[in-house]
């Protein structure tokens, strides 16, 4: 005879998962999916969180999530600052976690932590509603009406008569309130012609780099180089980083150009500031002082945008390298960028000016 099947098993509670090992036959009903309460799903959302959250900083990454051999998360800023430090230390960068060498090549993406990230809600810090990642930016920048910050030119939300020197700064929806009962209008002409010829001098500095750009494209003899700055240590005590350029051709006369970071600091490791300050050198003896002109931008395969920003020295024998100039980065942010590869990519536009 068959034995009759055991059912002494214990039967799972009404608040317990069941898991289905194997699938349903052809004659058995589909088992019905639990429900996930609201209090769960915020569980849930907070243990992804703590889970997906950057092994550095231990916030969620905003972007791009880098992780070790091992698995451990960093966020991008994190992963170019240790990679950055590790350069400035003559090291080799490590995870924070296990310790396991970290670089460019060895750190992988993770587009499904990514991807998961951007998922998860996030509330407005302005209006307090919730929102997926992803679309959280779109909507504090340009939809939401209780918004104090927005990206016009780097400006704050505030008044239209700020030219004539009203500083309110308030919410969106508030301005139309507030210009109707603003006191800038009512201002004197003698009050006001102070603040409107500023208003118009800061206008005027920002086109003048742009006017001279387009004056010096008119130029006898103008050179573009694709410079590469490789690492080297100084001898001193302290073994400090500097980047230098090959000898590079322009006007017939041989050029380099040397990078240092922080270079006025005696230990620029222990700062997590860093600033690029960079030295124009001329290699060849010239019978006349010779007066250059000159602008930076991103090289081909650069990674780091730089703001338009012209630099001039008259070189001669007696004084053939140009005065330390920080480089000109649009986010100071990429200094570590630029400092995590093996390399820094730069393209140097020179204008010769008299001779």
């Known amino acids: 005879m068959a034995e009759a099947p055991d059912n002494s098993e214990p039967v799972p509670s009404s608040s317990e998962s069941v898991i289905i090992c194997n699938p349903p036959q052809d004659d058995e009903p589909m088992p019905k999916k639990r429900r996930i309460s609201e209090k769960e799903s915020d569980k849930l959302e ?38 950055a430090d590790a350069r400035l230390r003559d090291e080799s960068a490590t995870c924070p976690n ?4 970290i670089s460019k090549t060895s750190a992988s993406r ?23 990642r992803h679309s959280l930016q779109h909507h504090e920048d340009s939809a939401c009406e209780e918004r104090v910050a927005v990206r016009v030119c780097g400006r704050l939300t505030g008044c239209r008569y700020a030219c004539i ?20 209008p009512r201002r004197s002409a003698a009050d006001v012609v102070p603040l409107l010829a500023e208003h118009e001098r800061r206008a005027a500095a920002a086109l003048a780099v742009h006017r001279q750009l387009l004056d010096l494209l008119s130029c006898e003899q103008i050179t573009i180089n694709d410079l590469q700055l490789k690492p080297y240590r100084t001898e001193e005590f302290v073994h400090k980083l500097y980047y230098e350029t090959s ?33 124009v050198i001329l290699k060849s003896k010239p019978s006349v002082a010779v007066s ?20 001039a020295h008259a070189f001669h024998e007696a004084e053939p390298d140009a005065p330390p100039l920080p480089l000109p980065l649009a986010d100071p942010g990429d200094a570590n960028r630029l400092l995590a ?15």
């Not at 020197?165 to 800038?184: F, I, L, Q, S, V």
């Not at 250059?292 to 630099?311: D, F, H, K, S």
């Open 46 to 83: 907070h243990r992804l969180g703590g889970i997906l959250c950057c092994a550095v900083c231990l916030d969620l990454p905003q972007a791009a999530v880098y992780q070790c051999s091992n698995g451990h998360l960093m966020c991008a800023p994190c992963f170019t600052h240790l990679l």
């Open 98 to 101: 296990c310790r396991v060498e």
């Open 110 to 132: 993770n587009l499904a932590v990514e991807k998961t990230v951007s998922e998860l809600p996030s509330e407005c810090k302005y209006c307090t509603r919730v929102f997926p």
């Open 165 to 184: 020197g009203c500083g309110w700064r308030g919410p969106a929806h508030e301005a139309a309130a507030h210009e109707a009962a603003c006191a800038a």
């Open 247 to 279: 000898r590079f051709n322009a006007f017939n006369l041989q050029w380099v150009v040397k990078a240092f970071v922080n270079k006025n600091q005696r230990d620029p490791t222990q700062s997590t500031e860093r600033e690029i300050t960079y030295q």
């Open 292 to 311: 250059v002109q000159w602008v930076w931008l991103r090289g081909p395969y650069g990674e780091a945008r730089v703001e338009p920003r012209l630099a």
């Open 341 to 355: 590869n093996k390399a820094i990519h730069l393209r140097l536009t020179m204008f010769l000016t008299s001779k």
